[in-house]
């Protein structure tokens, strides 16, 4: 039985929140989607009106707006000062304002906070762009989840349901671009995270794979 920490990272069109759900149930753990944080705090500011490129707006209103989500990652849920925001956190306008929301660092101070309180009630399976290097550093397995960029458009593409790849393409390179150039928390590989191409892989097999690292690694 699973009793670590799993950090998951990496850019989006990898299949990392479907390995990283399943990965949870498979270990009985926790599941903490840490990007879904993020976006409801960019629907809180969309919400209010403030301009995501205002870092001292953004800070005041994510400082006043309270972010819960569960953790079963069979029943996932975002709650935004007790209002379920589970279709407006993947709708576009939130997916265009979330990196200039999640670039301030007040932002991320507070959610970081509570995503650390989040796993240590238990056995986790965490996802986002800075667990194994920031969040939880001492994870007992960490990996980063990449594949080529053609594969990550079209998995995105169809995940949208929508038909322009080319598009998709470019929207999933300019959020690359901010989340890895980033002062706070930039992208990147941990040290010590096990990097996995899943370009030619199956989510089972993602799975699989990792489901062993992690039973090895506690
Ligand atoms: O994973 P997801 O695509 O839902 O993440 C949305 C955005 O939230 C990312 O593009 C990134 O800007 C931000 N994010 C972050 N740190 C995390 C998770 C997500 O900055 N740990």
């Given amino acids: ?69 569960s953790t079963d990652p069979r029943n996932l849920h975002t709650i935004l000062d007790g209002r379920n925001v589970d279709r407006q956190i993947r709708d576009a306008a939130t997916t265009t304002a979330v990196s200039p929301v999640s670039a301030v660092p007040a932002v991320r101070e507070r959610l970081v906070a509570q995503q650390r309180s989040i796993i240590s009630g238990g056995p986790t399976v965490a996802e986002g762009r800075d667990i194994g290097s920031v969040v939880w550093p001492h994870a007992e397995l960490k990996v980063y989840l990449t594949a080529r960029e053609d594969v990550r458009a079209r998995r995105r593409a169809g995940e949208l349901k929508l038909a322009d790849v080319d598009q998709v393409a470019a929207s999933l390179r300019r959020r690359d671009q901010l989340d890895s150039s980033r002062a706070a ?34």
């Fill in 1 to 69: 039985r699973f009793r670590g920490v799993v950090a998951l990272d990496g850019p989006s069109g990898t299949g990392k929140s479907t390995v990283a759900r399943r990965l949870a149930q498979r270990l009985h753990a926790q599941y903490l989607d840490t990007g879904a944080m993020y976006r409801a705090a960019a629907v809180a500011v969309l919400d209010a009106g403030v301009d995501p490129g205002d870092p001292v707006a953004v800070a005041r209103q994510v400082e006043a707006s309270r972010i819960e989500v």
């Fill in 185 to 218: 928390s930039p992208l990147h590989r941990p040290d010590g995270a096990a990097e996995v191409d899943t370009s030619d892989l199956s989510i089972d097999e993602v799975v699989e794979l990792l489901v062993g690292l992690a039973l090895r690694a506690a």
